[in-house]
């Protein structure tokens, strides 16, 4: 265990609503650890908390072995922040933007960002005039300018498009295997099975589940989904033993099974296929995703652990 952050009891309130209600957690030195739960459920409180800008009621953050609570600014030192909302200058351009973010970290000037980033073309380009996409590179840039050990992401590729997604994401990746830490928060489940090594999950400020992608999904429903669609059409009208525990026909002819036994259906299928003479054109075996586990999660009256 090699932990860089660790989160201990913590507790916010707001009169009688707990927006934090004694929460524990740790990050380990290089992993990608995400924060996830629905609208409230605290992981603004939390980071804000982190990184200083929210006091807590009561609890620990320890930073780098730095007590954060107690000394928040020595701590930031050691945290890049990527907000969600961008507050540079409307007219600031990007060199004057990272220039500007490394005097204050009182380091050089980091121009090398600006190639790695994909910025060096618009160094002269004011703020107000790049691409969404673009503002986010230019903002983990930012937060990237003095170099941290953990690197905290609030929703980096939120409303973002394809291509500028799958680049953030290439560039997060990046950042792990040069050996930071990432925290990361996200609505986004595909972009937290796709980065995260481990994710939390809070709802109504308690712990609801921690573990990997893998781990969180194999908690909840573990029935794989099987969908197939047959020229003919045979199965639509027919269920099998193999298949009573679920069985669908959608608009589109497609016959989607929920089962713990995909093998033995898939086997059933195809016999019942093969007797009709029919043909089959698409075929796909999912397991339950994490956002169908999330959303088990959210919806638990309490938010307790199931």
Known sequence: MNAILEVHELTKKYGTFSALDKVSFTVEKGEVFALLGPNGAGKTTALEIIEGIRSADSGRVTV???DALAKPDLALRHMGIQ????????????????DFFSGYQRCKPRSDLLGRFGLETKKHVAFRNLSLGLQRRLMLALALAHDPEIIILDEPTAALDVEARTTLHELI?????????ILLASH???EVEKLADRALVLVRGRIAALGSPRQLTN?????????????DGCLATRETGECQDSWKVDAEGYVKIRTDRPGPVLANLIAAIDE??????????????????????ACTPSGEKK
């Open 83 to 98: 907000l969600q909302t961008q507050g540079l200058p409307q007219s600031m351009t990007v060199k004057e933007a990272l």
């Open 64 to 66: 780098c072995e730095i």
């Open 219 to 231: 908690q909840g429903d573990n029935k794989s989904r099987v969908s197939m669609l047959t020229r």
């Open 173 to 181: 990746r990046e950042e792990k295997e040069r050996g930071k830490t």
């Open 188 to 190: 986004d489940m595909a």
């Open 276 to 297: 009709a003479g029919d043909e089959i054109l698409d075929l796909r075996v999912d397991r339950p995703s994490l956002e169908e586990r999330f959303l088990e999660l």
